[in-house]
DNA sequence: GAGTGGTCTAGACCACCCT
DNA sequence: GGGTGGTCTAGACCACTCC
């Protein structure tokens, strides 16, 4: 794994924002129909953008509280919906955070790059060779169906089986919420594995073959486990890498939930890292 | 390309939802401190949930519209204010979309598997194959810097460039927005061709191999861009890839933003490709 | 107790669509 | 003209934090 500090969001490149004092507006856009300031914009808009500006520029940096909800009332002079408004959408983009009783934060930026190169290093070892702070938390180990409508492309059949979740943190951020799902016939030992390490890593002491592992990328609002996990509010984009092995001795499939502005992938095809790879071995 | 009908959102196992008339609240809750009806749920969250738990009971189908607001506000016993930030957070989850002065619709879904196998087989030919109404659509070919700062990835230099931007189409359906960057002393035809096809199929005629490509998936909230080219509101969770091609011959680096219920990855590490290919060329 | 964010109300106005 | 969704207001209450 590979750190990108200093990434942005690419939210849209930041407009040029004029606003008014509501007062100011009242008398003069609603009764002469003079062209509105805002480009089309609406109110919330304005303020979204014009927060968002103040982050980009700097003015609000990351880690501090910006101005409170009711100071941004009174500067911007509009009403306290329409800057709550703003405020959640901007949460929505990865840009803020809000504490109740506390203050709205500026989120601090840094986001990791997961190689999913043919060979499939990503592993927990990989990322402990980068010097990353790598953990695993164990969240549970019940026996259910699969009601993930999602990994009904996997076809899991509507039986029970063992479903093991887990939370992986780099550098004490969560960055990935993993559900794998095994046969309920399988030994406790190989549960007890599958709880501790990356799925990857477990597949390979299985001596499952890379080829033998389906994989699917795609993006998802945070579901509601993924919502606790991360903090995230409703909405909030994810990054999923959906598996499957189909590897006869060894059947298992789930899914990974980050959050958009925590992880990426990157694919290589470098074939030199073939050889990198087997080197070591 | 595949496509995966009836491929549902696991926007999380619904609940069954106990809502009551809000006049009956009134009386009873705050008086009394009974337990709420709601699991300590907001009451839009209880009505987000029951509409999707409708939709997902097949009560609102795919294609039709839903209960107006006025008449769930009557239902709910809410302000019409939480109901209709239920149904933009549901719009937000891709269930809902709504047409001003029409009414608020069931989407349809239809999500696309582009296949990202070593061979980079994902090609527009690869979807005509499967028998797609593929359509590309120009959007713009300008020269300006590289301002989306999600592409500093690549370290675009802060260089002049050929912004080529363009709409794929699947069954009339828009499912990818490419930006491309190319160098400004590229000849014309070679921007025709990229206007007109697949980066894949462009760089291909140009002899670039698929290892000097580096690819990076992401997810991120709709750019501007994408909300127009999609109708996306805002937030709205899309899957990105970014790529750069590495080759001295031919420098191109750019995106491509798809919604996240339009469009999905799937890597196949099955050796058969390998060879196959191998033998072709 | 003062300040914070989160939720909710009961209105209002607008642009839009259909008849 | 009646219905639709989108925006906005000016309040209110709550849980929370910090002093």
Redesign the pocket.
């Known amino acids: 794994m590979i750190v990108a500090s200093n990434w942005r969001l690419s939210y849209g490149a930041l407009e040029r924002i004029c606003y008014k004092h509501?007062s100011s507006w009242e008398t003069l856009i609603?009764m002469n129909k003079i062209s509105l300031p805002n480009n089309g914009s609406?109110?919330?808009?304005i303020v979204r953008e014009e927060i968002s500006r103040r982050i980009a520029a700097g003015v609000y940096k990351p880690g501090d509280a910006i101005t409170?909800?009711?100071?941004l009332v009174a500067e911007f002079g509009?009403?306290?919906?329409?800057v709550?408004?703003a405020?959640?959408d901007l949460?929505c983009a990865g840009l803020l955070t809000?504490?109740?009783?506390?203050?709205?934060f500026v989120k601090h930026r840094c986001r990791f790059i997961q190689e999913l190169d043919v060979c499939m290093s990503s592993s927990l070892d990989n990322a402990r060779w980068l010097d990353f702070q790598t953990k695993i938390e164990l969240v549970s180990i019940s026996r259910e169906r699969v009601s993930n409508s999602t990994l009904s492309i996997f076809d899991p059949q509507d039986k029970v089986l063992v479903c093991i979740r887990k939370v992986i943190y780099a550098d004490e951020v969560p960055i990935m919420y993993d559900s794998s799902f095994l046969p309920v016939n399988i030994s406790d030992e190989i549960i007890d594995e599958f709880s501790e390490c990356f799925i990857i890593d477990a597949l390979r002491r299985h001596n499952v073959d890379v080829k033998d592992i389906s994989l699917i990328i795609d993006s998802a609002p945070a579901s509601r486990e993924a919502q606790q996990v991360f903090q995230a509010p409703n909405g909030y984009p994810t990054l999923r890498r959906l598996y499957k092995s189909n590897n006869s001795t060894l059947s298992v499939f789930g899914v990974v939930e980050s959050p958009f502005d925590r992880l990426a992938c990157r694919i290589g095809f470098v074939s030199s890292q073939f050889s990198k790879i087997d080197k070591k071995k």
Do not use: D, F, N
């Open positions: 509501r609603p609406s109110l919330h808009e409170s909800t009711a100071q509009v009403s306290s919906t329409t709550k408004r405020l959640r949460r809000s504490m109740p009783g506390k203050g709205t």
